[in-house]
């Protein structure tokens, strides 16, 4: 088996895109590095949660990796209705916020 990133979540059964280019830190400060696909879904997942590029990340990384976290569900490879803001994309809450 191929390795992952370390921000792929063991039953996320998505392959990298890219080398690691940033790091997602949750409440807490705990971090993984990965790349923008993982870190996207990772960060999307985490409450409270930011992106740091790395040293060597192509400019634009971390706000790619932002954006795309906005409108991802939370755990977005669990096939199941999602109908509770907790498992809802920040955008599809906000949408339903009138914002």
Same mark, same amino acid.
């Given at each position: 088996? *191929?390795?992952?990133? %370390?921000?792929?979540? &063991?039953? *996320? =059964?998505? %392959?990298?895109?890219?080398? /690691?280019?940033?790091?997602?830190? *949750?409440?807490?400060?705990? @971090?993984? *590095?990965?790349? #923008? ?11 409270? @949660?930011?992106?740091?590029?790395l040293?060597? /990340? &192509? ?8 954006? /795309?976290?906005?409108?991802?569900? =939370?755990?977005?490879?669990v096939? $199941?209705p999602?109908?509770?803001? $907790? +498992?809802?994309?920040?955008? #599809?809450?906000?949408?339903? +916020?009138?914002?």
């Amino acid at each position: 088996m *191929d390795r992952r990133c %370390p921000s792929a979540h &063991p039953e *996320d =059964p998505t %392959p990298c895109v890219g080398p /690691a280019v940033v790091t997602v830190l *949750d409440a807490v400060n705990a @971090g993984a *590095d990965g790349c #923008e696909h993982h870190a996207a879904r990772l960060l999307a997942s985490l409450e409270g @949660g930011r992106v740091y590029a790395l040293p060597h /990340a &192509p400019a634009g990384a971390a706000i790619r990796v932002f954006t /795309a976290a906005d409108t991802t569900r =939370p755990f977005c490879w669990v096939d $199941s209705p999602r109908i509770r803001p $907790s +498992q809802l994309s920040a955008s #599809e809450n906000r949408a339903r +916020q009138g914002r």
